[in-house]
């Protein structure tokens, strides 16, 4: 293919994802969601609403205010949000979207680690994501139990069996789809024994995470998709997580791989073809988080922490438009970032 081709089809799937954005600019009219279907089930996006020094580690969790004002700005764009633990985070969450009739579905986390000491919390986890599932299942579009918990990288790794019955308890407890989120080195294996006990796959894949740059994040991430699929024909796949951060941190990645011009560029693009080709893709992430560090995991919000629009969103936003930087500058303290 040609670099005027690829170039037309990158303007083409611009082009598209732009006519959409505003045709589809209230969620309410969003088809039904059923993440179970190859379909696209209308905009979605990862969503953890930490901001100052709240932490989920710290069991610092954000107020029933802060929550309403981050739902209500994100249902003017996406009507289909990602959350990651059962915990208080995401029971404030399913309650303002209830008590707010906020027109917005949820695909619930329940967080699992495979550490050693972390069986009880794996424990509550399981209950509360069950009972919350129970309780908001006009909400709950579908459950994902555990997270990055099988890839071989993976800091909580778990075992198959572990998860299995993880996902079985959950299965046999609520109405909602239950799922399994990781990376797509775990699911690119036809022998993947959870393909077998999910309703659907939930795929991660970073092309910046494989030092790649912004002109080969799509190409990339529609291959690793494709791979995927090919390992486990007539299995729904929805990307549970893609993004391009706005700065980053360390040799892990090409120099000066983060970026709010490529940021912007990815979105437009993977929003383009997800919606062309019938694909549900969660876009990693909403906002800019804290206690995640100053270095690449901090920088992944099309927001900044202060809920100013970063280039990627600006143009969905201009009201949220900064009037400085919401994102550092290499060769300058991470301290100067705007709110």
């Known amino acids: ?33 059923e993440l179970t279907r190859q379909q696209w089930n209308g905009e979605a996006i990862c969503y953890s609403g930490y901001r100052g020094a709240e932490s989920p580690d710290k069991g610092i969790f954000p107020s029933d205010e802060e929550v309403l004002q981050d739902l209500t700005l994100l249902s003017r764009h996406w009507n289909l949000i990602r959350l990651y633990g059962s915990d208080a985070h995401s029971e404030t969450v399913l ?26 919390e794996n424990g509550k986890q399981l209950t509360s994501g069950i009972a919350l599932a129970q309780k908001y299942q006009d909400i709950v579009a ?54 077998k006990h999910v309703d659907f796959i939930t795929l991660h894949t970073y092309p910046v995470w494989g030092r790649e740059d912004i002109d080969t994040a799509l190409s990339s991430t529609v291959t690793n998709y ?19 951060p706005s700065y980053t941190v360390g040799k892990q990645h090409i120099a000066r791989a983060g970026d709010e011009t490529k940021q912007k560029r990815y979105f437009e693009e993977v929003s383009a073809w997800a919606h062309t080709e019938g694909v549900t893709a969660f876009i990693f992430e909403a906002f800019d988080e804290p206690w995640k560090g100053e270095g690449t995991e901090g920088h992944w919000g099309l927001f900044s922490e202060g809920r100013s629009a970063k280039h990627a969103v600006q143009q969905l936003y201009p009201d949220l438009k900064p009037s400085g930087p919401t994102s550092p500058s290499y060769g300058t303290a991470s301290t100067q970032v705007a709110k």
């Open 1 to 33: 293919m040609t670099k005027l081709v690829r170039a037309l089809i990158s303007l083409q799937c611009v082009m598209i994802w732009t006519l959409s954005a505003f045709a589809q600019s209230s969620p309410a009219s969003i088809q039904k969601v």
């Open 95 to 120: 309650k303002v979207i209830r008590e707010e009739l906020i027109p917005m579905k949820v695909m619930l986390g329940i967080w699992l680690s495979g550490k050693s000491g972390h069986e009880e």
């Open 142 to 195: 579908a459950v994902s139990v555990g997270n990055e918990a099988l890839v071989s990288w993976s800091d909580h790794k778990m075992s198959e069996d572990q998860l299995i019955t993880a996902v079985e308890r959950v299965r046999k407890a609520v109405h909602s789809p239950v799922t399994v989120a990781d990376d797509y080195l775990y699911w690119v294996n036809p022998d993947a024994a959870l393909a």
């Open 226 to 244: 494709g791979k995927v699929l090919k390992a486990h024909p007539g299995m729904t796949i929805v990307l549970g997580e893609v993004g391009w």
